[in-house]
C-alpha cells in the first residue's frame, strides 16, 4: 500500500493551510471534493472568516483541537512556517500539494518525525486509490 494511500485511509479530518473561497482556485475545489468524500476539513487562511460554513482559523495555532493532518496550499516560500507550526502543534503529517516542493519545509517536518508528502495532489491520490483511476478521462 502506498503511503498516500494509507494516509487518507488513516486521518479523516484536514487541516488546509491557504484555502480559498474562490471556487476557481485548486484550494477551494480540492477542499471541497474532499469534503464530499467525507473528510472534515479545518480551514486555515487569515484573510478568509469561513469557509464551507465552517470557521476558517488564521494559522495552525489558532486552531482549538488537535490536529493530525495538514493539508498545504502555499508557495514554497512559506511552507517552512507552515512546517514549523505544525511541528508545534503536535501535527503528524505535512502534505504539500502538487507543483509544492520546499526542501526547508521537509527538513523541518522530517527532523520532527512527521510523515512529510509534496508535490502530490490529495484529490488526485483519493481517486487513484479510492477508485482505481485518476479520474473519468483515464
Do not use: K
Amino acid at each position: 500500500m502506498s503511503i498516500e494511500r494509507e494516509l487518507l485511509q488513516r486521518y479523516r479530518t484536514l487541516a488546509v493551510v491557504g484555502i480559498s473561497n474562490e471556487p476557481s482556485r485548486p484550494a477551494y475545489w480540492v477542499s471541497e471534493y474532499m469534503h464530499q468524500q467525507g473528510y472534515r476539513i479545518i480551514p486555515v487562511n487569515p484573510l478568509e472568516r469561513e469557509v464551507f460554513g465552517v470557521p476558517c482559523y488564521p494559522d495552525l495555532r489558532s486552531i482549538p483541537e488537535p490536529v493530525q493532518f495538514v493539508n498545504v496550499f502555499r508557495r514554497p516560500q512559506f511552507c517552512a512556517e507552515v512546517a514549523e507550526e505544525a511541528v508545534a502543534i503536535g501535527a503528524e503529517v505535512l502534505w504539500l500539494q502538487l507543483g509544492i516542493v520546499a526542501p526547508a519545509a521537509r527538513r523541518i517536518a522530517e527532523a520532527a518525525g512527521l510523515v512529510y508528502v509534496e508535490d502530490r495532489c490529495v484529490l488526485a491520490e483519493h481517486r487513484r486509490h479510492a477508485l482505481g483511476r485518476m479520474g473519468p478521462s483515464e
